[in-house]
């Protein structure tokens, strides 16, 4: 069975500080990896996902496969990154978002 | 498109009564998924469908817990008899095409409350 662990609830840092939100995911098979976002009041939404390799709002995740990792990075944080994060496994690779494994979710507050 | 579309958004019922959440896809959706949000967990899945059928219910529970999607109308996601512990919040997304490019868009879920 897939899991995926996000090991801070809460992550509190200062605007224009860099910003990391660690994801580990244990599954055997390929996995597709996805980060989803949730802004106050507003539904889950896709971020981004590690097939498309993409930059979105400045966010980038890199899938490490030996340390079984998927975190998300921005170098400058900004106000309105302020959300819950939550990291999401598929265990079929090439499905899209399909039987999605969440974690738990990690609450980003950017400081002022 | 105003987006996937549930409700209610917010659902109380006694122990023992049955709960219906409704779950109206994106205007040329035909693939829907249900996922169960526990306090304090992450959400997980439950049940794929397609107009009139069910693909993948490898995540519900075998009792109590049904689905549908028919041809007419919104997918229903049926609890009967409900417990304590079903309290939770539960989403439905909903797709186009069930391919490697493919985006689910979610709902705002339904919070259900069994008191």
């Known amino acids: 069975a897939q899991r995926v662990t996000q090991p801070e609830k809460l992550l509190s840092v200062f605007k224009g500080a860099p910003v990391e939100l660690k994801c580990n995911y244990s599954y055997s098979g390929s996995p597709e990896l996805f980060w989803y976002v949730q802004y106050s009041r507003q539904r889950l939404q896709l971020l981004l996902r590690h097939i498309s390799r993409e930059s979105i709002k400045g966010f980038t995740a890199d899938l490490n496969k030996g340390e079984t990792s998927f975190h998300l990075k921005k170098p400058f944080a900004q106000e309105e990154d302020s959300a819950m994060y939550y990291c999401?496994?598929?265990?079929?690779?090439?499905?899209?978002?399909?039987?999605?494994?969440f974690g738990k979710g990690t609450k980003l507050s950017v400081i002022p | 498109n105003a987006g996937v579309m549930q409700n209610p958004r917010h659902l109380v019922r006694r122990r023992g009564q049955e709960a219906r959440l409704r779950c109206s896809p994106m205007k040329g959706h035909s693939h829907v998924y249900w996922y169960r949000q526990l306090p304090e967990e992450g959400l997980k899945f439950m049940v794929y469908l397609q107009k009139e059928n069910i693909i993948d219910e490898s995540g519900m529970p075998k009792e109590r817990f049904s689905a549908e999607f028919p041809k007419e109308g919104p997918s229903i996601l049926r609890i009967q008899q409900v417990v304590r512990g079903d309290s939770a919040a539960y989403f439905c997304?909903?797709?186009?095409?069930?391919?490697?490019?493919?985006?689910?868009?979610f709902g705002q879920g339904t919070r259900l409350t069994v008191v």
């Open positions: 999401a496994l598929s265990p079929y690779s090439g499905a899209g978002s399909y039987q999605l494994t």
């Open positions: 997304a909903s797709s186009p095409l069930q391919d490697m490019n493919t985006e689910a868009f």
